[in-house]
Each structure stands twice: as C-alpha cells, then as structure tokens.
C-alpha cells in the first residue's frame, strides 16, 4: 500500500519559517516534520510514498536527492504551485492503482495505522478518515454510528470531532474529483461521500497535533526534546 502526502501548500501561517521552506520541511528536533510522518507510516510497514509538492518543491526534491534509506520507495511529483488538496490528489492518480493512505504534510499522532487500514476495509467504505477531538480553532464532523454525515465550521466542545487526516481511500475517490486543481478536498468531494454515506471515520482518542503556527512547532519540539513525542512509535 502506497501512502500519499500533500506537502505543497504555502503555510502562510507559519510565515516565519515557511518564507525559507515549505511546511512540510520545518524541522521538528533536527528532522522534517514530513519525515516524522513518514516514520509513522513506515512503523506499520509501509515505505512507498507519493509526496505531491508544490511550493518551493526543490528543497524537498533536494532533500531526498541526499536521502539514504533501504526501506523507502519515494515518488516526488510537482501538483503545482496554487492547487488545492483534492486537486493535488487528482494529479496523482497514475501514481495509485489500488487502495492507499493519505495524510496532510504537517500534522503527527499516535494513529494505529494497522486498526485505521482494518477498518477501513472491514467498512467496505470509499473513503475512511481519522477523527481527533480538535482544538477550539476546529470546524467539527457530525459522525452517526460509524459515519460522516455534516461539516461545521464552529467548535461545539469536547465532545466534537474533527478531520484528522490519516485517511484511506478507494481508487474510486478521483471519480469525486471533478472540478480540476480547483477542488478543495474537504468541500465537494468529502461532503459528497458524506452525503452518500461512503466516508467513514475511524475515531482516534489517542494524541494528535498540526504544526499551523510557530506556537505549534515550539510546542512539538518541547514534546520531542523532552522524549514526550507521543507519535514516536518507532
């Protein structure tokens, strides 16, 4: 199984590092944080990663030009400068030709990649998320038994849920991709699964953290400096 990153955005809110590099190469104790996700995935067996790039791709590109690893088969592929996630994706359709995991270039957690990939499959779904309970600054899901059924864009307290990434996807999730390097993954193609009840979510109590501002990053450091890095599963 192949993992997918989206590591092109601009991380515009994380503008005091991401003017030098793009997010997902902001170092987290001496390591991108793209290469912590990395190793969380390859924990669970899974080395072959398509990393969909975009801005200021040659400093990933030339990051893994020096990249010594026996166990990782790694395609990087230019998804444009200005294209959104579900666009990212469609770019990289001949890259998948069976189920894969996909995951957004700057967010860690403990996810048992193992359970997420079982469920999805037991589920017989098109399409699985992770869903965390979210920091206020969250839009939540309504999720009824084991389904997504509506987005909000307000907190609704501790006992909300939110998009975590981690996802698992069905060949079949380009067919929801219609709208070009214009489609947002999160609107149309996801509100549609849900809709048709055909995104599950696998609920993650576990830890779970973006790196979205500067506070984040100093926050994953401490946690990674002090051997409190709850995502180190390696």
């Avoid at 989206?6 to 902001?26: D, F, N, Q, V, W």
């Amino acid at each position: 199984m192949k993992a997918v990153i989206l590591a092109g955005g601009y991380g515009t809110r994380i503008s005091e590092e991401s003017h030098l590099k793009p997010k997902p190469m902001i170092e987290i104790g001496d390591k991108p944080i793209l290469w912590h996700i990395m190793k969380i995935y390859s924990s669970y067996g899974i080395n072959d990663f398509v990393i969909c790039c975009g801005y200021k791709a040659e400093i990933i590109k030339n990051y893994f030009e020096s990249f010594s690893s026996e166990s990782w088969n790694i395609e990087l592929v230019d998804t444009g400068l200005d294209t959104m996630t579900g666009g990212r994706i469609k770019r990289i359709e001949n890259h998948i030709d069976d189920t894969f995991c996909l995951t957004y270039g700057d967010g860690v957690s403990d996810v048992n990649i193992e359970k997420l990939i079982s469920f999805h499959k037991s589920k017989q779904s098109l399409a699985t998320l992770t869903a965390i309970h979210p920091p206020e600054r969250f839009g939540v899901l309504d999720i009824s038994g084991e389904y997504v059924t509506e987005f909000h864009e307000k907190h609704r307290g501790e006992s909300s849920w939110i998009n975590g990434g981690f996802f698992v996807f069905d060949t079949k999730i380009f067919d929801y991709i219609n709208d070009g390097d214009s489609t947002i993954l999160e609107r149309t193609p996801l509100e549609t699964l849900a809709k048709e009840q055909k995104l599950t979510a696998f609920k993650h109590n576990g830890f779970w953290y973006p790196m979205d501002t500067l506070r984040d990053k100093k926050y994953l450091e401490n946690l990674w400096e002090n051997g409190n890095a709850k995502w180190k599963i390696w």
